[in-house]
């Protein structure tokens, strides 16, 4: 089974060794979709050599229309002219640029030939844009530009688009050579009358007196034989009586072969020979003459169309006694008819079927003509990227048509590629055209490509468009978000910057950190000794006893102290990830881990309300929690403290904690400190590192740390956090 895969005919010109052999391999309809695919995809060079080999196809095809002998007008439905050939011009005297537009019966059909006005209603040539019935050899006079009339042979036919009747095409000969050759065959048939006359008068002697006939037979046999056309005699059964030598010449038949034979002998179709039978015994009561053409056979057996007028001989008393015929063989003139007939016949299927393969190409495609481009011709795709019909469009200047074409520049395009006789191609151009009632900016990739004429000069303008609409409105699109992502890292990079700028504040804090514990852990440090060297002078007295309690106290102080500096170290690593953590279990893990054993010791209590869920980290949270209510507690000189907790919704949608005692409350410089934002620092806060972790341990969850007065009447703390 062979490989049935199908090659766009752009991929096989594209990559063939000698593309313009590949291209003019083409069909004509794969040349239009490799020229499309080609502008398209944004190949100049290749667009152009495929447009030229269009135009080149389209102006040999045209050159057969242009270079016809006979004239051939094209009509829209309302009569308008849409086209005329040369021969048109030649025989009517108008040039095609003012004939087009106009009414073709009010410019060359007005009048009957004998002068009278010539309605357009009866006009049976404009009657086909009605009824659809094509007319075939209608003879009539068309007037020429100078008024003068010319006798012409039409035959006109419907131009069908869909079904739908869009026009006429008109093709007519000039038959004033053909009427003159008629009245040169009627004075031929008038001397045949006369020969008829001649001969009828002869049959009258021949029955009145045969010694007459025979004084003059040598006067009548002068005259028969002398006539040029070939003469053919019978009686009224029509046996053969007489022929003479140009019946002979043209028939290969001899006198001797003839006589005593009936003329069926030189019929093709023995039913011809039967039919012009009848017809001659119906006509006798007439003396009309009969025409035909029918085959007939000559003596070598050759066929050819024998073109009969058959006349009555009667005697005096008007009795038929045979027939006289004139043969003339037409056989060249018919097939000259025939083979003239047939070849408008291939050019105007050429011509729709090339006309329907552009209307059906997926470019848009115009031709433009003349100084003052006029189209020529549109097919459906152009119609719907400008929103006008061809109807509209063929025939008129482009700027006239189309007046966004000549606004946006796109004439003077033509202009200069008329001029210049080069082609011009741009991609993603912009045009306002009209879409959907209101006027959008759509892009193309487009191509002019100059067509030249015989003499050198560019006579048409081949346009092909592609609408890249969607293609360029997706580069815009990517174009937007690659500054959306540039707009994104630059923001990445301010964080990163601000995070830097936070670990070098925190390098800050823990340098001075480093000086606060170095003299912190050293006085409970002499603390110890000063009170173990007491111990060692009083040993054995009671005073003993107190001074080693104290020591054992200091050194409690200084395992607060490294604690302290651990968990602050802790506050101050690296970025969390935040989870949804509740609230409630947060502080029944510190209530429990921290001040449990100090409570029991201060008969402390603590209140917790219904808590929310926060975004956080539970060790972070459980830590920044636990110091709160431990200082809370540590720091109420009176024992019995009272701390609640509770939580509420702040207008932004962020969850607030608040942490209320009923101690001394915060002294103004530590809460100035506190709520300026230097709370993270632990040398800015007397009494050591609780509230310096809690600050910490906020803005490592991206919340915010603040105090205030409580209304219990000691200190409040504000926890700012994000809701879960």
Same mark, same amino acid.
């Given at each position: 089974?062979?490989?049935?895969?199908?090659?766009?005919?752009?991929?096989?010109?594209?990559?063939?060794?000698?593309?313009?052999?590949?291209?003019?391999?083409?069909?004509?309809?794969?040349?239009?979709?490799?020229?499309?695919?080609?502008?398209?995809?944004?190949?100049?060079?290749?667009?152009?050599?495929?447009?030229?080999?269009?135009?080149?196809?389209?102006?040999?095809?045209?050159?057969?229309?242009?270079?016809?002998?006979?004239?051939?007008?094209?009509?829209?439905?309302?009569?308008?002219?849409?086209?005329?050939?040369?021969?048109?011009?030649?025989?009517?005297?108008?040039?095609?640029?003012?004939?087009?537009?106009?009414?073709?019966?009010?410019?060359?059909?007005?009048?009957?030939?004998?002068?009278?006005?010539?309605?357009?209603?009866?006009?049976?040539?404009?009657?086909?844009?009605?009824?659809?019935?094509?007319?075939?050899?209608?003879?009539?006079?068309?007037?020429?530009?100078?008024?003068?009339?010319?006798?012409?042979?039409?035959?006109?036919?419907?131009?069908?688009?869909?079904?739908?009747?869009?026009?006429?095409?008109?093709?007519?000969?000039?038959?004033? @050579?053909?009427?003159?050759?008629?009245?040169?065959?009627?004075?031929?048939?008038?001397?045949?009358?006369?020969?008829?006359?001649?001969?009828?008068?002869?049959?009258?002697?021949?029955?009145?007196?045969?010694?007459?006939?025979?004084?003059?037979?040598?006067?009548?046999?002068?005259?028969?034989?002398?006539?040029?056309?070939?003469?053919?005699?019978?009686?009224?059964?029509?046996?053969?009586?007489?022929?003479?030598?140009?019946?002979?010449?043209?028939?290969?038949?001899?006198?001797?072969?003839?006589?005593?034979?009936?003329?069926?002998?030189?019929?093709?179709?023995?039913?011809?020979?039967?039919?012009?039978?009848?017809?001659?015994?119906?006509?006798?009561?007439?003396?009309?003459?009969?025409?035909?053409?029918?085959?007939?056979?000559?003596?070598?057996?050759?066929?050819?169309?024998?073109?009969?007028?058959?006349?009555?001989?009667?005697?005096?008393?008007?009795?038929?006694?045979?027939?006289?015929?004139?043969?003339?063989?037409?056989?060249?003139?018919?097939?000259?008819?025939?083979?003239?007939?047939?070849?408008?016949?291939?050019?105007?299927?050429?011509?729709?079927?090339?006309?329907?393969?552009?209307?059906?190409?997926?470019?848009?495609?115009?031709?433009?003509?003349?100084?003052?481009?006029?189209? &020529?011709?549109?097919?459906?795709?152009?119609?719907?990227?400008?929103?006008?019909?061809?109807?509209?469009?063929?025939?008129?200047?482009?700027?006239?048509?189309?007046?966004?074409?000549?606004?946006?520049?796109?004439?003077?395009?033509?202009?200069?590629?008329?001029?210049?006789?080069?082609?011009?191609?741009?991609?993603?151009?912009?045009?306002?055209?009209?879409?959907?009632?209101?006027?959008?900016?759509?892009?193309?990739?487009?191509?002019?490509?100059?067509?030249?004429?015989?003499?050198?000069?560019?006579?048409?303008?081949?346009?092909?468009?592609?609408?890249?609409?969607?293609?360029?409105?997706?580069?815009?699109?990517?174009?937007?978000?690659?500054?959306?992502?540039?707009?994104?890292?630059?923001?990445?990079?301010?964080?990163?910057?601000?995070?830097?700028?936070?670990?070098?504040?925190?390098?800050?804090?823990?340098?001075?950190?480093?000086?606060?514990?170095?003299?912190?852990?050293?006085?409970?440090?002499?603390?110890?000794?000063?009170?173990?060297?007491?111990?060692?002078?009083?040993?054995?007295?009671?005073?003993?006893?107190?001074?080693?309690?104290?020591?054992?106290?200091?050194?409690?102080?200084?395992?607060?102290?490294?604690?302290?500096?651990?968990?602050?170290?802790?506050?101050?690593?690296?970025?969390?990830?935040?989870?949804?953590?509740?609230?409630?279990?947060?502080?029944?893990?510190?209530?429990?881990?921290?001040?449990?054993?100090?409570?029991?010791?201060?008969?402390?209590?603590?209140?917790?309300?219904?808590?929310?869920?926060?975004?956080?980290?539970?060790?972070?949270?459980?830590?920044?929690?636990?110091?709160?209510?431990?200082?809370?507690?540590?720091?109420?000189?009176?024992?019995?403290?009272?701390?609640?907790?509770?939580?509420?919704?702040?207008?932004?949608?962020?969850?607030?904690?608040?942490?209320?005692?009923?101690?001394?409350?915060?002294?103004?410089?530590?809460?100035?400190?506190?709520?300026?934002?230097?709370?993270? &620092?632990?040398?800015?806060?007397?009494?050591?590192?609780?509230?310096?972790?809690?600050?910490?341990?906020? @803005?490592?969850?991206?919340?915010?740390?603040?105090?205030?007065?409580?209304?219990?009447?000691?200190?409040?703390?504000?926890?700012?956090?994000?809701?879960?």
């Amino acid at each position: 089974m062979g490989d049935l895969r199908y090659e766009h005919p752009y991929r096989r010109v594209a990559e063939a060794d000698d593309r313009v052999a590949t291209i003019r391999s083409l069909t004509d309809e794969e040349v239009i979709s490799a020229l499309a695919a080609s502008v398209s995809g944004g190949d100049p060079y290749l667009a152009n050599v495929l447009a030229s080999e269009a135009m080149n196809r389209v102006r040999h095809k045209s050159t057969i229309v242009e270079t016809a002998g006979e004239g051939l007008l094209s009509l829209d439905a309302q009569g308008a002219v849409t086209y005329a050939n040369p021969a048109a011009e030649r025989v009517l005297g108008w040039r095609a640029e003012e004939l087009l537009g106009e009414q073709v019966h009010e410019l060359v059909h007005h009048h009957y030939p004998d002068g009278t006005p010539f309605p357009a209603a009866e006009c049976p040539l404009l009657r086909i844009a009605l009824t659809g019935q094509p007319l075939e050899r209608f003879e009539t006079v068309f007037w020429t530009r100078e008024g003068r009339p010319v006798p012409v042979e039409v035959t006109a036919a419907p131009i069908l688009r869909e079904g739908e009747i869009e026009g006429i095409v008109f093709v007519f000969t000039d038959i004033t @050579e053909k009427r003159r050759a008629e009245d040169q065959r009627a004075e031929l048939l008038r001397r045949d009358h006369d020969a008829r006359r001649l001969l009828e008068a002869t049959a009258r002697d021949l029955g009145d007196a045969v010694a007459a006939l025979q004084s003059s037979e040598a006067r009548y046999s002068a005259l028969f034989r002398s006539i040029g056309d070939a003469i053919l005699v019978a009686d009224v059964e029509r046996g053969i009586v007489a022929a003479n030598p140009a019946f002979e010449r043209l028939t290969g038949y001899s006198l001797e072969d003839l006589q005593g034979r009936k003329t069926d002998l030189l019929y093709v179709n023995h039913e011809d020979y039967v039919n012009l039978g009848a017809t001659l015994r119906a006509g006798m009561a007439t003396d009309e003459s009969l025409r035909r053409v029918v085959p007939w056979r000559k003596h070598s057996g050759e066929s050819f169309l024998a073109e009969i007028t058959a006349f009555y001989v009667r005697d005096t008393t008007g009795k038929v006694l045979g027939f006289s015929a004139i043969v003339r063989d037409v056989t060249k003139a018919r097939r000259d008819e025939a083979r003239q007939a047939e070849v408008l016949r291939e050019l105007e299927t050429e011509r729709a079927r090339l006309e329907g393969l552009f209307l059906q190409a997926p470019a848009a495609i115009a031709i433009v003509e003349g100084p003052h481009h006029v189209f &020529r011709f549109v097919n459906r795709r152009y119609e719907e990227l400008v929103g006008v019909s061809s109807s509209q469009i063929v025939g008129r200047a482009a700027g006239e048509a189309i007046p966004q074409l000549r606004e946006q520049g796109f004439v003077a395009l033509l202009d200069r590629v008329r001029e210049t006789g080069e082609p011009f191609y741009v991609e993603g151009a912009p045009v306002i055209l009209p879409r959907d009632g209101a006027l959008r900016e759509i892009y193309f990739n487009f191509v002019y490509q100059p067509v030249q004429g015989d003499t050198g000069e560019v006579e048409r303008i081949l346009g092909l468009a592609v609408d890249v609409t969607a293609q360029v409105e997706a580069q815009n699109k990517l174009r937007d978000l690659a500054a959306t992502l540039e707009e994104r890292v630059e923001d990445r990079t301010r964080r990163l910057r601000r995070a830097n700028e936070d670990l070098l504040r925190a390098n800050e804090a823990l340098e001075s950190f480093s000086y606060v514990i170095s003299h912190d852990l050293k006085e409970p440090v002499r603390a110890v000794e000063a009170y173990l060297e007491a111990a060692l002078e009083d040993y054995g007295r009671p005073s003993g006893e107190e001074m080693l309690r104290r020591a054992l106290e200091a050194n409690r102080r200084q395992h607060a102290l490294i604690q302290g500096l651990l968990a602050y170290s802790r506050t101050s690593a690296s970025l969390v990830d935040l989870v949804p953590v509740d609230l409630t279990w947060v502080l029944q893990e510190a209530c429990r881990g921290y001040y449990e054993e100090l409570a029991r010791e201060r008969g402390a209590a603590v209140e917790v309300s219904p808590l929310p869920c926060v975004l956080g980290h539970p060790a972070i949270l459980t830590q920044l929690f636990g110091n709160l209510v431990l200082n809370a507690v540590r720091h109420n000189p009176d024992g019995a403290a009272r701390v609640r907790v509770s939580a509420r919704t702040t207008p932004d949608g962020k969850v607030e904690v608040l942490i209320d005692d009923n101690g001394p409350g915060f002294p103004p410089e530590v809460k100035r400190r506190i709520n300026e934002a230097e709370g993270a &620092r632990p040398h800015s806060i007397k009494g050591g590192f609780g509230l310096a972790i809690s600050h910490r341990a906020a @803005e490592r969850l991206g919340g915010t740390l603040r105090v205030s007065e409580s209304p219990e009447g000691g200190g409040r703390v504000h926890v700012l956090l994000d809701a879960a």
